[in-house]
């Protein structure tokens, strides 16, 4: 019977798979990395575990003929009906907060989201229709009650043993039952704070992206020359298999880089083959490495991840600090006051400043008393200038239907020098000439390479990135020590974009939704149970997952990022899941007659097995997350370490504190009742 209970429950999986994938199709979405790594074959199944569990125990309990045998199937599937669909609902209702989340990181979990609901939901259609239709079948045939149904395996009785003797000592110590697990909360609750904070884990692509920057004036061969060294000095790392450098922008610029810019792809031997342990200790060797040439500037990131920061903020970098105002001048210096307070915070990396100046530009400052005393005007010089510099059409070209502007003006030799420009003759009114430098000083200057502007401001941006550390504590203490130490003029202004733009705004959004959530799994909760006590019991769960979570980010040494906050969402669906389907079938007990000592332990000892099943499949399908080590594995190893960790104390919690809990408040409900009576 177990092996028949097994596959039946099995068969849920794909059918609850086909549903999923029939229903993003249908609404046109696609399955990423997420969705698939999300689909947790353990939740899937719970309410079939559910399901099967009792017709499993009730089978074995009753003797009868095979009509008498579809009567007990049916009233097992009513009696564990209700439990699953309202847990279902609980499951589908905490995944709404991540249907809200917009940007980047909306793309990224939305569709995984969806993935899980569908999937969810066609597995709780399949429990309702489909596995009480195959159960009238693998179950058709009786065993005695003496017989297989009552040879449980020898360690879920040694389980079931322990179980009883644990709780029974809960039930006789509760108030430190209770004290433990409060103290336990605060305890998770308390270090929260200093897990550190980020917008999503590092991801380790395989590949490296290092942009290089030089001073603005340098030119192309130069450039060239500089990509060389960098690409040689590279290769001298044995983990190194190959170097590609992208100087400049395409022909169809749709890159915004200058000449001054490169993209170097860094391509790595297998990790068998490296000598260093990881890439977060090779990349500071590398760029201790690539310092030893002058006047360039490094950013390490990888290239999906700075196309992506490019894309949403315009940065390149984990954080973008940008310096409104209207004086570029002193818009530069400021930032560069500002990098160097950046520059002093511990985990400061690649910190630079945007290039604001530095190319070389002929200015023409025009002598008006000059242009005067010859009787000419500033619109005649300036006519000149255009001409002799810029060109001037002075005729068409006509092949049939085509028409070529012929554009006149002065040859190379003649405009590539200030001394050049500066013999350039203008006539005068009296039919004279003059050189242009008689009427203006002609020189050359450093002007403004790029004048970024955003909403129509002003304003030069400081970039860098972050190592060894969490995002979150770092932001944190570079404002304090921006406005500790650089004071702005009136008018000036600064933002944090990159990265912290991303996890700030993720952030709000779920601080906003997930407390409406919250409560409208009270509601449900409220309306399974008809009584606020219940409905509050169950949402016990809820807070209690967190110790397990967060017990298991301290043991990885995983920072609170987007896709472990999915995690703690995804959990709290299968905690309340089991607290369900426990409360419902004590309050069944009682009210068949049971006292209220032996509802709980008799409803906490039948209700043993699919608690530590449910749990147990949701663990283990997560597990190859939890422990995968290829690259993008980063993403999904948050979210598989929390629930895996949530769901050991939320279980701990549904067996132990939970009825202990109930029992002290079921006294507490009679103890009033009798007193208003």
């Known amino acids: 019977r177990s092996v028949r209970a097994s596959l039946l429950t099995a068969s849920v999986i794909p059918l609850a798979l086909l549903i999923a994938f029939l229903s993003m199709r249908k609404f046109g979405l696609s399955a990423n990395l997420m969705s698939l790594g999300a689909l947790d074959f353990g939740l899937i199944v719970d309410a079939s575990v559910v399901m099967v569990e009792n017709f499993v125990r009730r089978v074995g309990m009753e ?50 989201a969806f993935t899980v609901c569908a999937a969810v939901i066609g597995s709780l259609v399949l429990a309702l229709t489909y596995v009480p ?138 990790k068998a083959q490296w000598r260093e342990r990881s890439l977060d200790r090779l990349i500071p060797k590398m760029d201790s490495a690539l310092a030893e040439i002058p006047g360039v500037d490094y950013d390490f990131s990888a290239p999906m991840a700075m196309r992506l920061d490019e894309v949403v903020s315009g940065v390149k970098t984990a954080l973008g600090i940008k310096i409104f105002g209207d004086s570029l001048p002193l818009l530069q210096a400021k930032a560069e006051e500002i990098r160097s307070v950046v520059a002093g915070i511990d985990g ?45 059409t002075a005729t068409e070209v006509i092949d049939g239907r085509k028409r070529f502007p012929v554009v006149v003006r002065l040859d190379a030799l003649y405009r590539s020098t200030p001394e050049a420009v500066g013999q350039t003759l203008i006539r005068t009114p009296a039919g004279g000439t003059v050189t242009l430098a008689q009427l203006a000083h002609v020189s050359v200057v450093e002007g403004p390479e790029v004048i970024d502007h955003d909403g129509g401001q002003r304003y030069v941006v400081v970039q860098s990135n972050v190592r060894s550390r969490d995002l979150g504590g770092f932001v944190s203490d570079v404002r304090s020590a921006i406005a500790a130490k650089v004071v702005l003029p009136t008018g000036y202004y600064v933002t944090y974009g990159g990265q912290f733009e991303n996890q700030m705004r993720a952030t709000r959004r779920l601080m906003l939704i997930v407390p409406l959530v919250l409560l409208l799994i009270a509601g449900l909760l409220y309306a399974s149970f008809g009584t606020v006590r219940h409905a509050f019991l169950v949402m016990l769960n809820v807070p209690f997952a967190l110790i397990g979570g967060v017990a298991m980010l ?76 290829s690259s993008g594995a980063e993403v999904q190893r948050p ?29 507490w409900a009679e103890a009033r009742t009798l007193g208003e009576r």
């Open 639 to 667: 979210l598989a370490s929390v629930v895996i960790g949530g769901l050991v104390s939320a279980t701990l919690l549904t067996l132990l504190v939970l009825p202990t809990v109930y029992m002290w408040m079921e006294e």
């Open 133 to 270: 239709a195959m159960a009238s079948y693998v179950f058709g045939e009786r065993e005695h009650a003496s017989g297989e149904a009552h040879a449980d395996a020898s360690w879920l009785v040694v389980v079931h043993a322990r179980y009883d003797r644990a709780l029974a000592w809960a039930l006789a110590h509760r108030s430190r039952v209770v004290v433990v697990a409060v103290a336990l909360l605060a305890i998770a609750l308390a270090s929260v704070p200093f897990l550190g904070t980020e917008f999503m884990p590092k991801l380790d692509e395989g590949y490296l992206l290092i942009e290089t920057r030089r001073i603005a004036s340098a030119s192309l061969p130069q450039g060239a020359s500089i990509s060389t060294e960098v690409e040689r000095t590279l290769k001298r790392f044995p983990e190194v298999s190959s170097v590609v450098t992208n100087l400049g922008r395409p022909h169809e610029a749709t890159e915004t880089m200058a000449l001054n810019q490169a993209d170097v792809y860094v391509t790595f031997k297998p």
């Open 554 to 629: 301290w043991l990885r040494g995983i920072h609170l990022n987007l896709s472990a906050s999915v995690g703690f969402i995804a959990l709290f669906g299968v905690a309340v899941l089991n607290g369900v389907v426990l409360i419902s079938y004590i309050n069944q007990l009682r009210t068949d007659g049971r006292r209220l000592v032996d509802a709980v332990r008799e409803g906490a000892a039948t209700r043993l097995r699919p608690v530590l099943m449910t749990a147990l499949v949701a663990s283990v399908g997560f597990i190859p997350m939890a422990i995968s080590t």
């Open 63 to 112: 003797r009868g003929t095979a009509t008498e045998r579809q009567d007990v199937l049916r009233r097992a599937a009513f009696e564990v009906g209700r439990p699953i669909v309202f847990g279902v609902a609980i499951i589908v209702a905490v995944y709404i907060p991540i249907f809200t989340l917009e940007g980047i990181e909306g793309r990224m979990f939305r569709p995984m």
């Open 348 to 392: 400061a990396e690649d910190v630079s400043v945007g290039i604001g100046a530095g190319a070389m530009q002929l200015e023409i400052d025009l002598d008006r008393s000059a242009i005067a005393s010859y009787g000419l005007n500033v619109a005649d010089v300036r006519e000149a200038i255009e001409m002799g510099i810029g060109g001037a």
